[in-house]
């Protein structure tokens, strides 16, 4: 395993009303994935046994690599309003992960080569208005929009050729191949305030609330077909949602070191849409009357 990591950080103050941070981070990792050690009877368990020299010996006919890199930046900037501070907060982030295995964890090509790879990244703003504290009346305002790109792929390979491998029963004795890839994009925006009134130096109460819209679109494809994973089919998905999501808080401070608080509050929470159900219910069901693997949906 080898990894390496970098973060930054740089503040800016052109004036005494206003502060730039600049941060950063970078992390790239490189190592083999997990090796199984087998244990056991059988021709295959000896022949391991026979070879083996050492307590950290795997006999995978694949060795595998796991890749991973994360790059994230973020620039905020302060400005003193007198009556307020505004800041906004800009992020990035990305992802980019590549990792294969021997599916198996045999020294037989039963499972060779599975691969899972995600290329992902996101990208968000918010502005904010916080009125100065210590006051009777405190207030928070602000906006927020995010985008997110989410790409998946998944490969695997069912060999059901070897000779007397239990995966040629379901298989059929074939070597079923079958690619797993998808897009999701994800858009978020929100408008949020909350403010706190103190009635005295003991009580206060809080009441906010939170416009939320979001977005998703993307598809599934199933490219090839196999008995774990069922027949090819394509799904594509769109849908929005909108809620309020308000919360009220009220707080009693008897002393310095005690507070009691009430709160209640709600939230809000996106599901997955699926405007082409009829390919995937047709898979499902191809599942579900083979009577070889029990489906959980």
């Known amino acids: 395993q080898r990894s390496f990591a970098l973060r930054p950080s740089l503040l800016w103050r052109p004036t005494d009303r206003l502060d730039v941070l600049f941060t950063g981070y970078f992390f790239h990792e490189n190592q083999f994935p997990s090796g199984y050690k087998s244990t056991g009877q059988g021709s295959v368990q000896a022949a391991n046994d026979a070879a083996a020299n050492s307590e950290w010996d ?8 796991y890749r991973r890199t994360i790059y994230t930046a973020q620039i905020r900037a302060d400005y003193d309003m007198d009556f307020a501070d505004l800041t906004s907060i800009t992020s990035y982030r990305s992802l980019d992960s590549y990792y294969v295995d021997d599916g198996d964890s045999s020294p037989q090509p039963v499972n060779p080569r599975s691969l899972n790879r995600s290329d992902e990244f996101q990208f968000s703003q918010e502005l904010r208005l916080t009125s100065p504290g210590d006051q009777r009346f405190e207030w928070v305002a602000g906006a927020y929009y995010s985008f997110e790109n989410l790409r998946k792929e998944i490969h695997f390979t069912f060999n ?22 998808g897009d999701n994009h994800v858009t978020s925006l929100a408008a949020f305030g909350e403010g706190t009134y103190h009635f005295s130096d003991q009580w206060s109460a809080t009441l906010g609330g939170r416009y939320t819209y979001e977005g998703k679109e993307g598809y599934t494809n199933h490219i090839g077909s196999s008995v774990f994973y069922g027949p090819a089919f394509s799904v594509q998905f769109e849908d929005s949602w909108t809620a309020f999501t308000p919360r009220l808080i009220i707080d009693f401070k008897p002393s310095d070191d005690l507070m009691f608080y009430v709160s209640a509050s709600t939230g809000f929470k ?15 069901n191809w599942y579900a009357t083979t009577g070889k693997l029990a489906l959980t949906r």
């Open 58 to 65: 795997v006999f995978h006919d694949v060795d595998g690599e």
């Open 160 to 181: 059901g050729t070897i000779p007397g491998n239990l995966l040629g029963l379901f298989t059929g004795g074939t070597a079923q191949v079958q690619d797993v890839i």
């Open 270 to 284: 996106s599901e997955a849409s699926l405007e082409n159900t009829a390919a995937l219910d047709s898979g499902l």
